[in-house]
């Protein structure tokens, strides 16, 4: 491991927990959503050299997944057959986080940071943070978008898009979510005391068709219903017992929410987290949701976020621990179908 790479897995053991080969045999059909039955691995073992990926989205045009990289600020493809391909180099000193892919306008849409390298040495740069956009078709970077630009509280994280093109992007190190409209403009949505953070605050993020966001907190399990028209209104989703540690989450086609959670915030001072998996439902327009499964012992170390494909929902464990305690270099990362 080089010298920088020490020092950012040192610091990383110090710092807040923010965010979130070939196939395995026993392969199982899984329902796309055409109605049509694709047949899928079960895991996809991946290689990529100390990438630790935190994020990953289905890319249909490619028919391969998408993720970051918490140490190198990469954005690669990867498929089926667990072979990773670099898309995008890093266009500077951060980690990319959130990904989502914008099918309708052509876009990838990319959180990226400097928060966790800043922990490890000092940077020419204020802190730096915000939405990376990619054209769909060539990978190229078309548009960086600065966002959180408030010192150490600059920590772009998650993001979704809505069905006019408009991003909202979270930050676990402070109370507000921005919205970035259409034409490239940000702006605070909203701040809510709810959304703070003792260590790590709101985490994953998906637009919801009928109209609104939701919004998990990692540190608290609390997941927030948020209305975006006119004055936007914050709610608390009612849920039979909170979901600590809930990093990324998915909205799947049939309405079910997938809420990816890790222990990787006990090193921070988040004690109740755990690898597990849990979807949920709601029959009341996200007011109240229960669990309808629960993967309690996710059968690979911190599990930070999920990818809905037409092969079933897939869930990634990139190693961000191994990144965060130093106890890497760890090449391979692991994708599994839950």
Do not use: C
Not at 203 to 230: D, K, M, Q, S
Not at 298 to 327: D, F, M, N, R
């Amino acid at each position: 491991m080089s010298r920088t790479a020490r020092r950012l897995s040192a610091a990383l053991a110090a710092a807040v927990v923010l965010a979130s080969a070939a196939p395995a045999a026993s392969a199982a059909p899984a329902a796309g959503s055409s109605g049509r039955w694709w047949t899928g691995p079960a895991t996809v073992a991946a290689r990529g050299t100390d990438l630790y990926p935190e994020s990953v989205a289905w890319d249909p045009t490619r028919r391969a997944f998408l993720v970051g990289s918490a140490q190198a600020g990469t954005l690669s493809t990867v498929g089926l057959d667990g072979t990773v391909r670099e898309l995008a180099p890093a266009f500077g000193m951060v980690s990319t986080l959130g990904i989502k892919v914008d099918l309708p306008r052509g876009r990838i849409l990319v959180a990226y940071s400097d928060f966790w390298i800043r922990q490890a040495m000092p940077l020419p740069q204020p802190p730096t943070s915000g939405i990376a956009v990619y054209d769909l078709v060539t990978g190229q970077l078309t548009q960086r978008i600065p966002l959180f630009e408030d010192g150490g509280a600059s920590f772009a994280n998650d993001l979704a898009v809505d069905d006019d093109g408009a991003v909202y992007v979270t930050n676990p190190a402070s109370a507000t979510i921005v919205r970035i409209d259409p034409d490239g403009h940000a702006a605070p949505l909203v701040t809510d005391p709810r959304l703070a953070p003792e260590v790590v605050g709101d985490n994953g993020i998906v637009w919801h068709p009928g109209g609104y966001l939701l919004v998990g907190h990692y540190e608290t399990g609390r997941l927030f219903r948020v209305t975006t028209a006119g004055t936007p209104e914050v709610t608390e989703v009612g849920l039979p017992a909170p979901l600590a540690g809930a990093d990324g989450i998915a909205l799947r086609p049939d309405g079910a929410l997938v809420v990816v959670r890790n222990a990787n915030g006990r090193i921070s001072g988040v004690p109740d987290g755990k690898d597990s998996v849990t979807v949920l439902r709601s029959y009341d327009g996200w007011r109240s949701a229960r669990p309808v499964r629960t993967a309690d012992r996710w059968p690979v170390e911190g599990p930070t976020a999920a990818a809905v494909t037409p092969y079933g929902t897939y869930v990634l464990s990139g190693h961000i621990l191994a990144l965060q305690t130093g106890h890497g270099p760890t090449p391979e990362f692991t994708l599994r179908r839950l």
